[in-house]
């Protein structure tokens, strides 16, 4: 049975914790490639079951590494919106800051402009 586990870290460390997930997957990515997986040759009509076995094994290992990259990617696609609206919000709080002082100007000249009259 599978469960999900979270927990909660600071935005910005969010590429490093995916890196420190990425890291234990090519680990056993090696592990799986220089182990089981190169048990599997030659075969042999005396080593079916054998490497059936092995077979299965490896492809539920590449499926559970399977499952940790796209859980890796959901993750970084999250962060990746996250930082673009973050940066899409400080532009238009620029953008509104902008404005408010043009308006602020105009605002300025008018009062000048009514003093003079």
Do not use: W
């Not at 592990?31 to 492809?59: C, F, H, K």
């Not at 399977?66 to 609206?85: F, K, T």
């Not at 709080?93 to 002082?101: F, I, N, R």
């Amino acid at each position: 049975m599978k469960a999900k586990i979270s927990y909660t870290v600071n935005l910005e460390e969010i590429p490093e914790e995916v890196s420190g997930i990425i890291q234990k997957l090519q680990f056993q990515i090696d592990e799986l490639v220089t182990g089981p997986a190169a048990q599997l040759y030659p075969i042999g009509s005396e080593n079916i079951a054998g490497s059936l076995e092995t077979i299965d094994n490896v492809r539920r290992s590449m499926a559970e590494i399977d499952l940790r990259l796209e859980e890796c990617y959901s993750i970084l696609y999250g962060y990746h919106q996250a930082v673009n609206q973050s940066i899409n919000k400080f532009n238009d709080t620029q953008e509104l800051g902008e404005k408010l002082s043009e308006l602020g100007e105009n605002l300025e000249h008018l009062k000048q402009r009514n003093e003079s009259d």
